[in-house]
């Protein structure tokens, strides 16, 4: 009797947990959403014949961002290397490494996403070692025009 007693239990525990993967009340159908990166592109020119260009081309995904930039005076040394970052709201925190004088460095920037283009935070130098740095004073105020992307 306790063996007979025993089967229908199990049968009935079996019975109350057998949803076979199924979650009743709910749709199990899964959306996966995907992200595809946008590409964005910038220029700004500068001199006293605009012959002094920097271009930055971005790839942004969901709040991941890589890209290159180029800062290309005429008649100096360039510096051209890729950005690696994150994006916050609009503001786009990145690392610049690049080559210069046939060097590489790398230099922390940071953007600000406006309607038509793009605003560079300024940098420091520094007395000792007269490299660039962002501070606490650095402001969004380095304009990029929105250009299409090649």
């Known amino acids: 009797m306790k063996l007979l007693t025993l089967f229908f239990l199990a049968i009935l525990i079996s019975s109350c947990n057998n949803n076979s993967g199924e979650v009743q009340g709910q749709d199990s159908t899964i959306n996966l959403v995907e992200i595809k990166p946008t590409d964005l592109c910038f220029q ?8 002094d260009t920097t271009t930055i081309n971005l790839k942004i995904a969901a709040d991941e961002v890589n890209g290159v930039m180029n800062s290309v005076p005429k008649e100096k040394d360039s510096r051209k290397g890729t950005l690696k970052g994150q994006k916050h709201g609009d ?10 004088e046939g060097k590489d460095d790398t ?3 940071e953007f600000k996403l406006t309607e038509n283009g793009l605003l560079q935070k300024t940098f420091e130098i520094d ?5 660039q740095y962002l501070s606490a004073k650095s402001k969004f105020s380095i304009p990029f025009m929105k250009i299409a992307c090649k």
Request: glycine share 4%; no cysteine; net charge positive.
């Open 107 to 109: 230099l922390s920037v």
């Open 127 to 131: 007395k000792i070692t007269q490299k």
């Open 44 to 51: 700004r020119l500068e001199g006293t014949k605009n012959q």
């Open 91 to 100: 503001v786009i925190k990145a690392l610049w490494s690049y080559k210069q």
